[in-house]
Nanobody
Framework: VQLQASGGGLVQAGGSLRLSCAAS????????MGWFRQAPGKEREFVAA????????YYAESVKGRFTISRDNAKSTVYLQMNSLKPDDTAVYYC???????????????????WGQGTQVTVSS
């Protein structure tokens, strides 16, 4: 199984970025996909998740209204559109996958089986 995240970079506050995560080696349609982030000196935190069909999404309060998670099952790819970025959004962003049969809250990182390598997002003020 491989999750390949891309799309990070340096952006000014108020700007936008779109992250992508291409999955391979797993039946993508059967997996919930999530995005997490980790800033220097902080614990990894939940950002967003999307169910297997794309019909249900979850967001951390800190990103609601600014970030949008989506997926294209035909391309085995999940996206994170990030708008109105703030310096506090600076972190390494990780995509993660968990089988749709896993129990537990979507924001719990321990319920995810597979993780990507991370992509750096830096927002300057």
């Amino acid at each position: 199984v491989q999750l390949q995240a891309s799309g990070g970079g340096l952006v000014q506050a108020g700007g936008s970025l779109r992250l992508s995560c291409a999955a391979s080696g797993l039946p993508f349609n059967n997996y919930v996909m999530g995005w997490f982030r980790q800033a220097p000196g902080k614990e990894r935190e939940f950002v967003a998740a999307i169910n297997w069909s794309g019909g249900i999404t979850y967001y951390a309060e800190s990103v609601k209204g600014r970030f949008t998670i989506s997926r294209d099952n035909a391309k085995s790819t999940v996206y994170l559109q990030m708008n109105s970025l703030k310096p506090d959004d600076t972190a390494v962003y990780y995509c993660a996958a968990r089988p749709r049969t896993n129990y537990g809250f979507y924001y719990n990182a321990r319920t995810y089986d597979y993780w990507g390598q991370g992509t750096q997002v830096t927002v300057s003020s």
